[in-house]
T-cell receptor
Framework: GAGVSQTPSNKVTEKGKYVELRCDPISGHTALYWYRQSLGQGPEFLIYFQGTGAADDSGLPNDRFFAVRPEGSVSTLKIQRTERGDSAVYLC?????????????FGPGTRLLVL | GNSVTQMEGPVTLSEEAFLTINCTYTATGYPSLFWYVQYPGEGLQLLLKATKADDKGSNKGFEATYRKETTSFHLEKGSVQVSDSAVYFCALLDDYKLSFGAGTTVTVRA
């Protein structure tokens, strides 16, 4: 079946602009996660959702970052007033449920470049 | 807090060589442990996992054993192929969040 999909695959923007990154989880998966991967590093946790609500947003770096999941499926990560330091690959993952040992399946990522 | 430390790369091997990538972790609870792999131009894929102490995860000829006494989850493969060239990430899952190591780049030469 279809895996996690993310759009766009690449996004180039200018400093100060607003961007939205979209994630479509695996069908039937109730938990959804966002991570950020900087060059040469492992992914770092940003936020996760169980259903429509953000269960833990402790990884969001500041209030310029916000994510929503209004219908419990597709999620959008929103970044306001982008900065060059926001350049990274943004990864989305989903899991069947929010069980403590549930495997997370990753999408291909959105590569964001802020000029 | 939770953290994962894995062997720095890059690692370059000849085909059919033995591969080991060391991974140790620090966790406050009893995490599940994972190895993810990222092939060139592709996204992160789960390679194997272990959910409790002494469990062995295995897939595609790779193995890793969850060692609670040494807080380790070393990845091994007895005979690598060119197609194993990739970046390998060790990770732990605790409180629903994955914490990753920095990744180890492995290149296998024919």
């Amino acid at each position: 079946g279809a895996g996690v999909s993310q759009t766009p695959s690449n996004k180039v923007t200018e400093k100060g602009k607003y961007v939205e990154l979209r994630c479509d989880p695996i069908s039937g998966h109730t938990a959804l996660y966002w991570y950020r991967q900087s060059l040469g590093q492992g992914p770092e946790f940003l936020i996760y959702f169980q259903g429509t609500g953000a269960a833990d947003d402790s990884g969001l770096p500041n209030d310029r970052f916000f994510a929503v999941r209004p219908e419990g499926s597709v999620s959008t990560l929103k970044i306001q007033r982008t900065e060059r330091g926001d350049s990274a690959v943004y990864l989305c993952a989903s899991s069947l449920s929010l069980a403590v040992r549930e495997t997370q399946y990753f999408g291909p990522g959105t590569r964001l470049l802020v000029l | 807090g939770n953290s994962v430390t894995q062997m720095e790369g890059p690692v370059t091997l000849s085909e059919e060589a033995f591969l080991t990538i060391n991974c140790t972790y620090t966790a406050t609870g009893y995490p599940s442990l994972f190895w993810y792999v990222q092939y060139p131009g592709e996204g992160l894929q789960l390679l194997l996992k272990a959910t409790k102490a002494d469990d062995k995860g295995s897939n595609k000829g790779f193995e890793a054993t969850y060692r609670k006494e040494t807080t380790s989850f070393h990845l091994e493969k007895g005979s690598v192929q060119v197609s194993d060239s990739a970046v390998y990430f060790c990770a732990l899952l605790d409180d629903y969040k994955l914490s990753f190591g920095a990744g180890t780049t492995v290149t296998v030469r024919a």
